[in-house]
Nanobody, 124 residues
């Protein structure tokens, strides 16, 4: 059974870089045709897709966040990482990693697997 687990700091100061890691077990992040995505849900709002890295290592980002976002992977550790630069309080959200065969999904039904989510608060 594929499982995903997010890890990283729960509190980040404004202007700093948010860095989260998703550890995948029970399946490889290089499995054909799967996108490894990052999604967030700000308080009181819907899901927002941030970006994804494909099974072959290509990356895709939300146009609104592209200038601040970077996604990378470590195939040996079966992990992929989100970095979001120059954060503001508006980046406060629950951040999820998820995997599915659809790019840029904004519904949970677009994903086959997802982590439980991790709260990230941006505050000084």
């Amino acid at each position: 059974q594929v499982q995903l687990q997010e890890s990283g700091p729960g509190l980040v100061k404004p202007s700093q870089t948010l860095s989260l890691t998703c550890t995948v077990s029970g399946g490889s992040i290089t499995t054909n045709y799967y996108y490894s995505s990052w999604i967030r849900q700000p308080p009181g709002k819907g899901l927002e897709w941030l970006g994804a890295i494909t099974y072959s290592g290509s990356t895709y980002y939300s146009p609104s966040l592209k200038s601040r976002t970077s996604i990378s992977r470590d195939t040996y550790k079966n992990q992929y990482t989100l970095q979001l630069n120059s954060v503001t309080p508006e980046d406060t959200a629950v951040y999820y990693c998820a995997r599915g065969r659809r790019l840029q999904g904004n519904r949970w039904t677009d994903y086959d697997y997802r982590g439980q989510g991790t709260q990230v608060t941006v505050s000084s």
